[in-house]
């Protein structure tokens, strides 16, 4: 497995999501619409846009979790078993930090 690969992958979805945040917040922090049914939209789309944002946040906190691994060369372990995560779920979720069994296990 190339942890360096995966480093990549991680520092890159981290700054997309970094990117996306700052809109976020840019668009959180506009000028509100003096209309109330403009306004009623506007709350709607905002608790869409906080959500969005909370979801980015826990993102990149296992992606910071992630990176520590590979600084760590612990990055491919499962955290729980201590078993090899496998390549194609690290590709579908290069941040997990767990095996496809303890991971069903969780839920």
Do not use: W
Not at 24 to 32: E, N, V
Not at 41 to 48: G, Q
Not at 57 to 81: P, Y
Not at 83 to 107: N, Q
Request: aromatic fraction near 4%; charge should be negative.
């Amino acid at each position: 497995m190339d942890a360096m690969r995966y480093k990549a992958l991680l520092e890159g979805r981290k700054a997309e999501i970094l990117t996306r945040l700052q809109k976020i917040d840019t668009d959180l922090g506009r000028s509100r619409n003096p209309d109330s049914q403009d306004r009623a939209m506007e709350a709607e789309n905002d608790e869409v846009l906080e959500e969005f944002g909370h979801v980015g946040s826990d993102e990149i906190k296992a992606i910071d979790a992630a990176l520590q691994r590979v600084a760590d060369g612990t990055f491919g372990v499962c955290v729980k078993c201590g078993d090899a995560i496998a390549e194609e779920r690290l590709d579908a979720v290069p941040y997990t930090p767990f095996c496809k069994t303890c991971a069903a296990d969780l839920h």
